[in-house]
């Protein structure tokens, strides 16, 4: 078998652009008697708006013709009424008389010869055998059918060159006219050479549609709805900026030396046709015209079609293969069906890893995995996520693997500096960033940002696109100066690209806002959230979940600041979008709930509050068809507590033992370190409740209980396992059983001092009760020394404002109350020890404290009876000892 090295041929009439003629007619029609070679001659142009441009592509190719003339000069026809001998002149085969052409050669044929069926399908063997089959003038049939095979192909790949040439300018209607051209040569060709047989490859799908009005039909039907893009949540893909899911978005060339084989059988030369490379080359060029419009339904459907047009497929097929499996897995991304698209991009590889020197289709592979699992990890579905831990393990560890590997095999084929290699390296920023590692995530970035700089240029969008990420993770790393100026420098670009007026626009916008916001610059960054609100409902409309996620900040911004009404009515706001624009089930949805319900609690309306809170509970009941989730359970839990606020213990007790029944089942499910630290939680509100009621016995079990759960999850010097303490010595005070008491209260101070340090309010408060606790023993001298050390931290606490632990702020003033009630507990000990001067000075300095608390000094109680009982007189302004 001889295969051509290029089959670029130009004859001098080439087959019409017409819709498909009868074989009959094409040949009849055609003058095939050409010179040696033809240099410059083109083929007719078409006189339509799609004309194609003269690509000098007239030429003969030498090299593919001597191939076929070394099979065919030497070879005589074994049938002795034929005698002549044949020579072949490059794409000319005339006989030895060089007065006569081919086209003189077969006109004495009759008619039925030249047109005979078997002659339309020279691969066939019994077509050329002469014992078979003794045609006179067989050789010159089969030239002249042979060089109108040729042809027409080259005419094919001329429609597509010029289709590709259409796309790279956007011009997609002349790229459609274009290929509808080459689609409708391809037809008429399969009409002149039977298909290729080869090993048959079972796509994923398998489509039928033989014709290009059926798959415009069938990809008509499929239009998307351009409306409903505003339900979305999250579209995976943006097309505006790289993630190196799309790096296969230009159209694909027909390579003659993949669709034609040359076969001799008999010493005659057959030409074989890989039809369905020609089809599904065409087909797949609409799909890429398709999508380039944003018409994404109609190219999936397209692209599946291709993919189910290939029968066979070899080395010199798989990189049309793999463009088709990767723009199908993108945009199944794009629709979020990440397990669809995970088995797509599979499929890619593993035709990749086949592939001699694949290695570029293998790291885009790689990269195209990564960004899955990437996306599966942080995917708000439940669904999605358990559909994809059927498949693998969709972790960022996973994500990670293949990020790395599809770097090293970059920078391995296509050098540290390439455009690719910056895509990966951006990616892997974005799995650190996941996993909160932002000082590793801006090496990867910066790296990224260097390289795209300099390929790309800073008014690049994937260049700007870098400069948020890292300036995303500056901010979270508190590096506020450095993150706004890289916010910036995606503002500008995307001002310059987009206009005001673009969803990313609103979202770096947004950004810059958050970091004044945390500036203190508060007037500064209401004015951009309101500019970000305004681009964002000119992009996207009032109805978008993006708005809606706007608001919800804005509402934030609000609450901190204590405006709470204005924080209301933005997640009123937001709320409404949402339910117009997301499924009922929606997280966004659950979340804004949950947000409102708050702003009720902190303004004491209790029962707006349970409502906002019960809506949420509902949805996530129907979500998750009543089975255990630790939302449901965290809810349940919050409604317990605001019923306890507003008084209804019964109530709070029902929801909150329905919390903690939940929280039991999912720790014995494999609960995580979380689940059992939630459980240690509902234990103690549990406890706080019967502890209020005086069931003393329960409630310690409960908090006893709590604290071995912290002390196992969070160790022994921890804020919250120093809180089950502190309320474990409060029952044991309460039951009389000081020691018991002095014993958790003491190292409860220990841990306190350990995290909070030395000077913080809940050791001022600790020490006080542990001065109780002492003095209930009759360790006077102990309790003495507990309240002086509490009252000299409270008094400090206006010079030494209390550091912020755990984003939990304390108030940095003394609380003259509290510090009228210490100093009542000095007087009495140096009552009962006979100090009378110091009793005075504490009382008198009680007396005034509780004035300026705006209460009475009624409050100060001397041995169990009221100031006034034992007529001791406090000036108004009595000095401090």
Request: proline share 3%; hydrophobic share 35%; aromatic share 8%.
């Amino acid at each position: 078998m001889v295969t051509a090295q290029n089959v670029q041929i130009q004859a001098e009439n080439t087959v019409s652009s017409s819709p498909a003629v009868a074989p009959r007619k094409m040949v009849a029609s055609s003058s095939v008697a050409l010179p040696a070679s033809r240099e410059g001659n083109s083929p007719k142009e078409p006189t339509s708006s799609s004309s194609r441009p003269n690509n000098k592509r007239s030429s003969i190719d030498n090299a593919f013709f001597n191939a076929i003339a070394r099979r065919r000069i030497s070879t005589s026809l074994n049938d002795t009424s034929h005698s002549q001998p044949v020579t072949v002149a490059h794409d000319v085969v005339t006989t030895t008389s060089s007065t006569h052409n081919l086209s003189s050669a077969t006109s004495s044929l009759p008619e039925e010869w030249l047109y005979h069926p078997m002659m339309l399908y020279p691969h066939t063997i019994q077509v050329f055998s002469p014992i078979l089959h003794p045609l006179p003038f067989a050789p010159s049939a089969i030239a002249l059918h042979n060089n109108t095979v040729l042809k027409t192909i080259q005419s094919i790949i001329e429609w597509n060159d010029t289709a590709v040439d259409r796309y790279r300018m956007d011009e997609y209607d002349g790229a459609l006219q274009a290929l509808r051209q080459g689609q409708v040569l391809r037809e008429s060709l399969e009409s002149l050479v039977n298909p290729i047989q080869s090993n048959v490859f079972i796509p994923s799908s398998t489509y039928t549609s033989s014709s290009w009005a059926a798959y415009k039909s069938d990809a008509a039907t499929k239009v998307e709805d351009q409306a409903s893009v505003g339900r979305c949540s999250y579209i995976y893909q943006r097309m505006d900026f790289d993630e190196g899911m799309h790096s296969y978005k230009a159209m694909e060339k027909i390579d003659g030396n993949n669709v034609i084989e040359f076969e001799e059988v008999n010493g005659l030369t057959s030409i074989q046709v890989r039809h369905d490379v020609i089809q599904a080359t065409l087909v797949f060029n609409v799909g890429q015209v398709h999508r380039r419009r944003g018409e994404f339904d109609v190219a999936a459907s397209i692209y599946e079609n291709a993919l189910g047009m290939l029968t066979s497929v070899d080395f010199d097929q798989y990189e049309l293969l793999i463009s088709i499996l990767h723009n199908i897995g993108q945009l199944q991304y794009r629709r979020g069906e990440l397990s669809s698209a995970m088995e797509t991009y599979d499929l890619a590889l593993s035709h990749a890893k086949s592939m001699p020197d694949g290695t570029v289709h293998v790291a885009a592979a790689l990269n195209c995995l990564g960004v899955l699992h990437y996306h599966a990890n942080s995917s708000d579905s439940d669904d999605e996520k358990e559909d994809l831990s059927a498949m693998d393990d969709s972790s960022t560890e996973k994500a990670m693997e293949l990020f790395q590997e599809a770097l090293a095999l970059r920078k391995q084929c296509l050098g540290p500096d390439h455009v690719d290699v910056a895509t990966t390296l951006n990616n892997i920023g974005r799995i650190h960033v996941q996993g909160d590692q932002f000082d590793q995530a801006l090496v990867y970035y910066q790296d990224a940002l260097r390289i795209r700089r300099i390929s790309l240029g800073a008014n690049s969008l994937d260049y700007a696109a870098t400069a948020f990420n890292a300036g995303q993770s500056l901010h979270q790393k508190g590096e506020m100066n450095e993150a706004i100026e890289l916010y910036h420098e995606f503002l500008r670009v995307a001002t310059m690209k987009f206009g005001k007026s673009h969803r990313d626009v609103a979202v770096v916008l947004s950004g810059i806002a958050q970091i004044h916001q945390e500036q203190k610059n508060y007037d500064k960054a209401l004015e951009l959230y309101e500019e970000s609100l305004t681009a964002g409902k000119a992009a996207l409309g009032e109805n978008h979940s993006e708005i809606a996620m706007l608001l919800n900040r804005m509402g934030n911004f609000h609450f901190e600041r204590e405006r709470l009404a204005d924080a209301l009515k933005c997640y009123r706001r937001g709320l409404r979008i949402e339910k117009k624009v997301l499924p009922p089930d929606h997280p966004n949805i659950i979340v804004t709930y949950s947000n409102l319900g708050e702003i009720h609690r902190q303004r004491n309306e209790w029962d707006e509050a349970a409502t906002m809170y019960s809506e949420a509970l509902e949805i996530l009941k129907k979500k998750h068809d009543g089975a255990d989730n630790a939302e449901v359970a965290t809810t349940l839990n919050t409604i317990g507590l605001i019923n306890d606020q507003r008084g209804d213990s019964c109530t709070s007790l029902r929801y909150l033992r329905d919390a903690l029944a939940m929280r039991r089942r999912l720790v014995a499910g494999g609960g995580s370190d979380q689940s059992n630290l939630d459980v240690a939680a509902t234990l103690v509100y549990i406890g706080t409740i019967l502890y209020r009621r005086t069931q003393f016995h329960a409630a310690i079990e409960l908090f006893t209980e709590s604290l071995e759960l912290r002390q196992k999850f969070l160790g022994k010097d921890h804020r919250d396992t120093a809180f089950v303490m502190y309320n474990i010595a409060l029952v044991h005070q309460q039951r009389g059983d000081y020691e018991k008491s002095i014993e958790f209260y003491t190292e409860t101070l220990r841990i306190e001092k350990v995290v909070l340090g030395e000077k913080h309010k809940d050791v001022c408060m600790t020490l006080f009760k542990l001065g109780e606790a002492n003095k209930n023993a009759g360790k006077s001298a102990e309790a003495l020394q507990c309240f002086q050390k509490s009252l000299e931290i409270e008094r400090g606490l206006s010079n030494n404002p209390s550091p912020v632990v755990g984003r939990r702020h304390q108030s940095s003033s003394p609380d003259p109350a509290a510090m009228a009630r210490t100093l009542t507990e000095i007087g009495n000990i140096h009552l009962a020890n006979g100090d009378v001067v110091p009793m005075m000075d504490a009382f008198n300095e009680a007396s005034r404290l509780y004035r300026s608390a705006g209460l009475s000094p009624h409050n100060i109680v001397v041995s169990g009876q009221h100031a006034y009982a034992i007529d001791f007189s406090f000036p108004e302004a009595a000095p401090a000892a």
